[in-house]
């Protein structure tokens, strides 16, 4: 996962993408090549995970050892790297597509899974 991932003015000048799809092929290139430039392209094909919790039930005991301490920290740091991650990637998208698309894809939980339907 990228750790320097910024917003900049240039960040947002993909062309929105026609409510008809008619521009999808220069849409979809100038959108990648603006993602995969913040390193986020991991989160559109999938290979970008949450991390995983690092007590298999999720349920994080009372009392901790010195060790879960740090594993906790540890995923805390790169569940909320993620979660911005997965953000930047949706605001973009939210940013440079229609209303009537935006109302479709705004339930879906991933920037993968909102990447798919969008290419559907």
């Known amino acids: 996962m990228s750790t320097t991932a910024k917003l900049g003015d240039d960040f947002l000048k993909i062309p929105k993408l026609d ?57 805390q740091k790169e569940l909320k790297m993620w979660k911005q991650e997965e953000a930047i990637v949706k605001q973009q998208i939210a940013g440079t597509i229609s209303d009537t698309l935006f109302l479709k894809i705004r339930s879906l939980p991933t920037a993968e899974e909102i990447w798919t339907a969008l290419e559907d």
Do not use: C
């Not at 390193?39 to 050892?65: N, Q, R, W, Y």
């Open 19 to 75: 409510a008809t799809g008619s521009n999808w092929v220069v849409y979809r290139e100038r959108f990648l090549i603006s993602i995969d430039a913040r390193g986020l392209g991991d989160h559109l094909d999938g290979t970008a995970k949450a991390p995983t919790h690092p007590f298999a039930d999720g349920e994080v005991p009372a009392t901790l050892s010195d060790a879960q301490k740090a594993k906790m920290s540890e995923y």
